[in-house]
């Protein structure tokens, strides 16, 4: 997770996250990312089934829900071990969440263990009920997806009218002083509508956006053609830097975040040593703080069904079931050879990735996707669009 709004628009400084101490149970949400013992974010993806068929879904969602769902009983279980483990977020994500009978029953006793809880969703089960009912068991964020305007998103979710009801639940969010933001998975399909998804962050008033790029895997797997390019990633990154600059310049201090391609941090600190030297410097330490991707280690995700996996995109590899294990053991077993791995992946990763000067502040990138594609887990993530010369391989 890059946050171009703290980096490149300097809404975040250094001093911010030391005065913390860099501790994931002291530091507010906007600034765990850059936490020194990182406790991980757990997303739990808490059913399988949704009321849409996404091109690009990892869980390969259905429209029923899977029949080994763990049960109110084994997710509170969870939670408690959760808290006592130190973790700082849950993230509850599906399938649709909203499709879960108990959902609210889990948030409220997520809030109360003193966790903060997250939704990430779809959108188009929010009526005004719904999000006045989140408001008030302490919900901390609802993160609603849209991945272009009303034609390509309703084409990319599967189902006319989703563009309209996903957007109806942000405004039903608004109205019951429920934060949330937007969620945008880019792919060739749709990346040339990134702007117009910034004129509706600005028409509506919506304080975060998170842009995703392509992980190839679930549905995603399929779209490999639909991956960027290179090109057409520096292009699209210059884009989304150029764009929160106009809303920061406008007083509209938007967060801004990209995703699951940490060759966004070294990317946007070349630019400023172009454009403003003195902010870089700044921008080094945070991304040092940062140290890339996390999988295995900063995040880790529950499946319906109980299994640990690195990350929600690694659903093809379990750590183990916390029906057997709680999460906290399975988290910190390293006698899993892949699992001590990922908590230290920089020694591990090859090529260009092992050569690479940024490889303490991006970690070799998603293992999952170089292993997607090259059938190696080590290998170079094939989503790095830094030239050599960028990473050091040339003079």
């Known amino acids: 997770m890059i946050g171009v709004s703290k980096l490149y628009c300097g809404a975040v400084e250094p001093g911010d996250v030391l005065r913390y101490r860099r501790r994931s149970q002291d530091l507010p949400s906007h600034l765990l990312q850059f936490a020194a013992d990182k406790k991980p974010v757990v997303v739990w993806n808490v059913t399988r089934r949704c ?26 279980a969870l939670l408690d071990d959760l808290r006592d483990f130190g973790v700082p977020v849950v993230l509850f ?3 649709e969440p909203l499709l879960r009978d108990d959902l609210f029953a889990l948030v409220e006793h997520t809030v109360r263990s003193g966790m903060r809880a997250v939704i990430s969703t779809n959108g188009t089960l929010i009526t005004r009920e719904v999000a006045r009912d989140l408001q008030k068991l302490g919900l901390s964020y609802v993160g609603i997806s849209l991945d272009g305007t009303e034609t390509t998103h309703d084409q990319f979710r599967g189902q006319p009218g989703a563009f309209a009801a996903a957007l109806a639940g942000v405004r039903h969010c608004q109205e019951a002083g ?12 749709n990346y040339r509508e990134v702007p117009a998804i910034f004129d509706l962050v600005e028409e509506y008033d919506i304080p975060r956006i998170c ?21 057409e990633t520096r292009e699209l990154v210059d884009l989304i830097c150029a764009r929160t600059r106009r809303l920061f310049d406008r007083g509209r201090p938007v967060e801004v975040l990209t995703v699951d391609n ?21 921008v080094l330490e945070l991304l040092e703080m940062n140290e890339g991707n996390n999988s295995g280690r900063g995040i880790g995700c529950v499946s319906w069904d109980g299994e640990v996996h690195a990350d929600q995109f690694w659903r093809h590899f379990s750590f183990g079931n916390i029906r057997e294990r709680p999460f906290s053991q399975i988290w910190t077993d390293l006698s899993h050879p892949l699992m001590a791995k990922l908590k230290d992946k920089k020694h591990y990763v090859q090529g260009r990735c092992a050569a690479c000067r940024w490889l303490s502040m991006c970690a070799g990138n998603f293992r999952v996707r170089a292993e997607a594609l090259t059938g190696d887990l080590w290998a170079p993530d094939p989503a790095c669009y830094l030239t050599d010369e960028e990473i050091g391989l040339k003079s």
């Open 211 to 231: 842009f995703y790029h392509l992980v190839y895997t679930g549905r995603g797997s399929k779209l490999l053609d639909e991956a960027l390019s290179h090109a």
């Open 262 to 282: 940490h060759a966004d941090g070294p990317y946007i600190y070349l630019k400023l040593l172009k454009e403003n030297p003195e902010r870089a410097r700044e």
């Open 93 to 95: 994500s599906g399938g």
């Open 51 to 76: 009321n849409l068929r996404c091109r690009h879904c990892y869980a390969q969602a259905t429209a029923g829900a899977a029949p080994d769902e763990l049960t109110q009983a084994e997710g509170l």
């Open 178 to 189: 429920l934060k949330v933001g937007l969620r945008f998975t880019i792919s060739r399909f």
